[in-house]
């Protein structure tokens, strides 16, 4: 038993950080972990209340914070549907049997405010619970977290199933060669009225062919800006990054909104710095992106400059101009003093490991030449179209 708990601490320390997120920058990855300490918890119950319980808690939080309005998750990072114990196929109950396991084990009132019912997992590792008390906890679950030590702020307008959700990925690769991480640095995940509208492509697979497995984790296939083509780190196997950039980030809370800011130098020779403005009610966001030339050549460089957008299968959008109209309720304008193009183009999500689906994502291009010191700002505005 000594053994066993000193091993698990090894493990909960090397893998969590302190604000309760798993290291691999992978929201999968974090649940297939927590499976493992929450069941020696479960068989362990002393623990509980020391050190690793309270981890173990943090990432029961965590987890649930990250729930979407429609009860999915972000597919921040690697996603291939690894479980411990397979008990649910239910897409919109994918993570829940851990949660409700969490809830009965941890007797977590904000996650028994979601689960609402104890499930077979909890039955199976716990016996028959006794009444499972009715919770309303959802006053008391927070609406804004940022968890300072991975990079991840997550803010919405309430905890009802049409609320405003942003996801914003502020955190850096993970550590060593990365295997599970990608390369989203400043990439964003947005619901409006309980919607899925800005996405991450996911993952489709692993090893049936190297494209497959470059194009769902490059920086291409995430809401950022792209340099050259390029991912900001080095994709150097199927599961391995090297060069990976380094970041510094900010936050700031003033009255009603929230304002966060990223600047990392993943692509060689520039920094790239993106800005957000959030306001209270998550229905209008402002991104800000600066893109600047970092070296001592003076000679004129020719280079091309790509932002992403990556939309929900299915949404209906028209582009008009410099802006984008999407489900004929929110509109997203791009500006800059320098000129660009807008395309939207087919691409393809995995919101499921092996399975993809058609959906669209809009392309701003810009072709410039660049002097030393030189600069390009971008400026995309998400508000409600007025009625």
């Known amino acids: ?16 950080r302190p604000d309760g997120v798993n290291i ?18 479960g068989a362990n119950a002393k623990l509980i209340n020391d050190e690793e319980g309270k981890i173990v808690k943090n990432m029961l939080m965590y987890l649930m914070l990250t729930i979407k309005p429609d009860n999915r998750f972000p597919l921040i990072g690697d996603n291939d549907d ?53 919770v ?16 991840y702020i997550i803010a919405r307008s309430s905890w009802d199933e049409d609320a405003n959700y942003i996801f914003i990925d502020f955190g850096r690769f993970g550590p060593q060669n990365a295997p599970h991480s990608h390369s989203d640095i400043t990439n964003i995940i947005y619901s409006y009225k309980g919607k899925e509208i800005l996405v991450d492509s996911g993952v489709l697979t692993y090893n049936r062919s190297w494209e497959e497995r470059d194009s769902f984790r ?11 083509g390029q991912s900001q780190a080095l994709a150097t196997n199927w599961f391995g990054w090297e060069v990976k950039p380094r970041i510094k980030r900010q936050l700031f809370r003033k009255d009603t909104l929230i304002h966060a800011r ?26 800000l992106d600066e893109i600047k030339k970092n070296n001592d050549l003076f000679l004129k460089e020719n280079h091309s400059i790509c932002l992403y957008f990556h939309f929900a299968k299915d949404l209906e959008l028209h582009l008009n101009q410099n802006s984008l109209e999407i489900e004929r309720e929110l509109i997203l304008t ?13 691409s393809y999500i995995a919101p499921k490991y092996g ?14 030449d660049f002097h030393q010191n030189d600069t390009i700002q971008i400026q995309s505005r998400l508000y409600p179209k007025k009625s």
């Open 1 to 16: 038993m000594l053994l066993k708990r000193r091993l698990l601490k090894k493990q909960i320390i090397l893998q969590v």
């Open 24 to 41: 691999e920058q992978s929201i999968n990855y974090h649940k297939f972990v927590l499976e493992f300490f929450s069941l020696f918890l």
């Open 82 to 134: 690894g479980k411990v114990l397979l008990l649910t196929m239910k897409e919109k109950q994918k993570y829940f049997d851990l949660l409700h396991f969490g809830a009965s084990l941890f007797e977590i009132n904000e996650l028994k405010s979601i689960t609402k019912t104890p499930s077979p997992v909890s039955i199976l590792l716990l016996g028959i619970p006794g009444k499972f008390e009715q």
């Open 136 to 151: 309303n906890a959802l006053e008391s679950k927070p609406k804004y977290k940022y968890f300072e030590d991975t990079g």
């Open 218 to 228: 490059n920086s291409q296939a995430h809401n950022v800006v792209v340099i050259d």
């Open 262 to 287: 990223c600047i990392h130098d993943g692509y060689k020779g520039f920094l790239v710095e993106r800005s957000l403005i959030v306001n209270n009610d998550v229905d209008e966001i402002i991104i």
């Open 334 to 346: 791009i500006e800059s003093s320098q000129n660009f193009t807008l395309v939207l183009e087919k």
């Open 355 to 368: 399975q993809k689906y058609e959906n669209y994502r809009l392309k701003i291009h810009f072709e410039y």
